[in-house]
C-alpha cells in the first residue's frame, strides 16, 4: 500500500474488493437535531396530553395506545381514594336534639299549662291529678306543680274565677269576690234551693253517715223519705251497703256534695258542737 494520499491504493491480494470506510456518529438525538426532549406521553417534556374525546384513555404502552384495564398514568390517584392525612369534611349543621318533658313540648303541640286549661275548662266534675297526669303523659309532681301555679297566677292576677282542689280534683270557680255579680246574672228561680227539711236531712247524713233512713227519721223526729228521695235524684247522697245487723241501707254524701260545699274532704266540715243545743243529752233521753 502507497504512502501517498493522491495515489489510488493499490487492490487487495486475491481479487477481493475493498470495504467502504464507513464512520459511526452514534444515535441520533432530539437535542442534536434542535427539537424538545419528549415527555412521558409523546409530547413536549414537561406538557400534558389534553384528553380524548368522549373519555378515550391516554396513549399509553397499549398496542392500540390505550392504558391497560385498572391501569393509572404516573402520578394520578383514583378519585374516591382520599389524599394522605385528609379528613371528609364534618358537618356545621348542629344535630337534632329530641324535646324534654314529653310529647306537649314541641312546636306542634301545646304546653303543659295550655292543656291543662283547655281541659280544665270542659270538664262537670273536679278532675283527678293522676287522671290529668296520664292523659298529659307527665309525671304527676310536674302536673301538680303546674295547678299550682295556674291557681295563684290567676290570683295574683285578680281573675273573676280560681282554679281549686276540690274533693280530690280541680275545677274552676267563680271568685267569691264576683258573687254578686254572677247572681243578679243569674235570674230568680233558675237555681233550684233545697228546702228547709231537705238541708236538715243532708246535715244529719254528712255528720253520722253512714246512716240509715230510720235513723235519720228518729233524729228529726219526722219521716224523712220523701226528703231522702229528693237527695238521691240531686245527686248529694248516694248508698253505702247495708247495716249488718238489721240490713238497712245505709246513705252517705257523694263528692257532688264536697263540690257544691267547695271542700276537699269531709274532715273541713265545720264542727257541729256549736250548733248543738247544751241539753242535747237530755233531749235524746226524754225521746
Known amino acids: 500500500m502507497s504512502d501517498n494520499p493522491d495515489q489510488p491504493s493499490s487492490p487487495p491480494a486475491y481479487g477481493v474488493p475493498p470495504e467502504p470506510s464507513v464512520t459511526y456518529a452514534g444515535p441520533e438525538s432530539a437535542a442534536t437535531r434542535g427539537e424538545p426532549a419528549a415527555g412521558p406521553y409523546g409530547g413536549a417534556e414537561g406538557s400534558v396530553p ?3 374525546p368522549g373519555g378515550a384513555p391516554l396513549d399509553g404502552p397499549g398496542s392500540d ?4 384495564d385498572g391501569a393509572l398514568p404516573d402520578g394520578a390517584l383514583p378519585e374516591t ?12 349543621e348542629p344535630e337534632s336534639a329530641e324535646p324534654e318533658g314529653g310529647p306537649l313540648d314541641g312546636a306542634d303541640g301545646p304546653g303543659l299549662k295550655t292543656a291543662l286549661e283547655a281541659i280544665l275548662l270542659v270538664v262537670d266534675e273536679p278532675v283527678a291529678e293522676v287522671t290529668l297526669a296520664q292523659v298529659l303523659e307527665r309525671p304527676r309532681g310536674e302536673v301538680v306543680r303546674a295547678l299550682r301555679e295556674l291557681a295563684a297566677e290567676y290570683t295574683e292576677a285578680g281573675r273573676g274565677f280560681d282554679l281549686r282542689e276540690v274533693a280530690g280534683g280541680w275545677r274552676y270557680y267563680t271568685r267569691d ?8 246574672f243569674v235570674r230568680d228561680g233558675q ?3 233545697l228546702t228547709q227539711a231537705a238541708l236538715e236531712t243532708l246535715a244529719v247524713v254528712a255528720y253520722r253517715q253512714p246512716v240509715s233512713r230510720a235513723r235519720i227519721s228518729a233524729i228529726r223526729g219526722v219521716n224523712s223519705d220523701g226528703v231522702m228521695r229528693t237527695l ?9 251497703g247495708q247495716d249488718p245487723e238489721g240490713q238497712a241501707t245505709l246513705y252517705r254524701t257523694t263528692t257532688y256534695f264536697l263540690e257544691r260545699l267547695g271542700l276537699r274532704d269531709l274532715s273541713e266540715l265545720p264542727e257541729l258542737a256549736p250548733f248543738l243545743p247544751d ?8 225521746r
Open 65 to 68: 395506545g390505550a392504558l391497560p
Open 177 to 184: 269576690d264576683c258573687a254578686a255579680v254572677v247572681e243578679r
Open 279 to 286: 241539753d242535747l243529752e237530755g233531749m235524746e233521753d226524754q
Open 232 to 240: 238521691l235524684t240531686r245527686g248529694l247522697v248516694e248508698e253505702a
Open 191 to 193: 237555681q233550684a234551693r
Open 50 to 52: 389534553a384528553p380524548r
Open 81 to 92: 381514594a382520599p389524599l394522605d392525612g385528609a379528613r371528609p369534611p364534618e358537618s356545621t
